[in-house]
């Protein structure tokens, strides 16, 4: 019922930029302006965390470590959230997937892996 499909990872060096995209799609999203969503990280050997996250309106909230560098956005229309990453830095690195804000337990995708290394 529900797919969230992760894109727009890669290699990227300290300082670099890339643009990630989730595409949201299911019977659930059918009314996806109105849910909350975010973008979390898991980092090898770390919890699952969340890094940014948007209301359907557009307010945004960010974890510490990425204001500033990170913007997370979104287009009702095409069901889709985006993350904008710049001055990426090492610790930057891991599988980055978007949820729901709270998180849907059930519905994690295959994520996107991000490596910031020189």
């Given amino acids: ?3 969230l499909v992760e894109s727009g990872g890669g290699l990227v060096q ?3 930029s890339l643009r990630l995209s989730c595409a949201a799609s299911g019977r659930l999203f059918r009314l996806f302006s109105i849910y909350s969503m ?3 990280r898991q980092a090898p050997g770390k ?3 969340l ?3 948007i209301t ?3 307010s945004t909230n960010y974890q510490d470590s990425v204001k500033g560098r990170f913007t997370i956005s979104r287009d009702n229309a095409k069901n889709t959230v985006y993350l904008q990453m710049n001055s990426l ?3 930057d690195t891991a599988v980055y997937y978007c949820n729901t804000d709270p998180p849907r337990a059930d519905d994690w995708g295959q994520g ?3 490596t910031v290394s020189s």
């Fill in 1 to 3: 019922q529900v797919q």
């Fill in 14 to 16: 300290p300082g670099g």
């Fill in 51 to 53: 890094v940014a996250s």
């Fill in 56 to 58: 359907g309106s557009g």
């Fill in 47 to 49: 919890q699952r965390e």
């Fill in 89 to 91: 830095k090492p610790e």
């Fill in 38 to 40: 975010g973008w979390y």
């Fill in 112 to 114: 996107t892996l991000v």
